[in-house]
C-alpha cells in the first residue's frame, strides 16, 4: 500500500493533526501499521519537519518497509529529515526513564530540524512482567515531560 495514494479511513485522521501529539497505534496487520506510519512521517516531511523511526530491528528493514510504502528514504535520509535510530539493547541494570528519554531524543534527532516526529517503541520486551512494568514507567514519565520534549509521537 502507497501512503500518498491511499483512501484508508485513519490516514483522514492523521491529516488533520496539528502541533505535537503523542499517539498511540495498536494493529493486528503490519501492512497497516506501515501506512500509517508512513502517512504519518509524509505528512511532517511534507511541511518541512524532521522524522525518527526508533527500532531495535536491523535498520534495513525498516527502510525496505518504509520505501514499500511509498516513502523515498533515501531522499529524506540524504536531506537529513528521516532518520532510522536503532535503539540500544537494555541492561538488566534499573534504568533512569527520564534521563534515558533525554538522551534518545537528543541522540536520534541530533543534527535534524525541528518539527520532529517520532515513531517507534524504546521497550521492546512486552512479554515479561518486568518488560511490562518498564514500558508502562515509561510512558507515564515520557507523557508527564512531554511537553518538554517539543515532538509529535507515535
Given at each position: 500500500?502507497?501512503?500518498?495514494?491511499?483512501?484508508?479511513?485513519?490516514?483522514?485522521?492523521?491529516?488533520?493533526l496539528?502541533?505535537?501529539?503523542?499517539?498511540?497505534?495498536?494493529?493486528?496487520?503490519?501492512?497497516?501499521?506501515d501506512?500509517?506510519?508512513?502517512?504519518y512521517?509524509?505528512?511532517?516531511?511534507?511541511?518541512?519537519?524532521?522524522c525518527?523511526?526508533?527500532?531495535?530491528?536491523?535498520?534495513?528493514?525498516?527502510?525496505?518497509?518504509?520505501?514499500?510504502?511509498?516513502?523515498?528514504?533515501?531522499?529524506?535520509?540524504?536531506?537529513?529529515?528521516?532518520?532510522?535510530?536503532?535503539?540500544?539493547?537494555?541492561?538488566?541494570?534499573?534504568?533512569?526513564?527520564?534521563?534515558?528519554?533525554?538522551?534518545?531524543?537528543?541522540?536520534?534527532?541530533?543534527?535534524?530540524?525541528p518539527?520532529?516526529?517520532?515513531?517507534?517503541?524504546?521497550?521492546?520486551?512486552?512479554?515479561?512482567?518486568r518488560?511490562?512494568?518498564?514500558?508502562?514507567?515509561?510512558?507515564?514519565?515520557?507523557?508527564?515531560?512531554?511537553?518538554?520534549?517539543?515532538?509529535?509521537?507515535?
Open positions: 500500500m502507497n501512503a500518498k495514494k491511499t483512501n484508508y479511513h485513519p490516514v483522514k485522521f492523521l491529516d488533520k496539528e502541533g505535537n501529539k503523542h499517539l498511540v497505534l495498536l494493529y493486528d496487520n503490519e501492512k497497516y501499521a501506512l500509517i506510519i508512513a502517512r512521517f509524509l505528512n511532517g516531511l511534507q511541511k518541512g519537519g524532521s525518527v523511526f526508533f527500532t531495535e530491528e536491523n535498520p534495513q528493514g525498516i527502510k525496505k518497509r518504509l520505501v514499500a510504502s511509498g516513502i523515498d528514504v533515501n531522499k529524506y535520509e540524504w536531506a537529513n529529515a528521516l532518520r532510522i535510530y536503532q535503539v540500544p539493547k537494555p541492561g538488566k541494570e534499573k534504568l533512569d526513564f527520564l534521563s534515558v528519554l533525554r538522551f534518545l531524543r537528543s541522540e536520534a534527532a541530533k543534527g535534524m530540524k518539527p520532529f516526529r517520532f515513531v517507534g517503541r524504546t521497550i521492546s520486551d512486552i512479554e515479561s512482567k518488560g511490562m512494568e518498564s514500558g508502562l514507567a515509561l510512558e507515564k514519565i515520557g507523557q508527564d515531560h512531554f511537553a518538554e520534549f517539543d515532538n509529535s509521537q507515535l
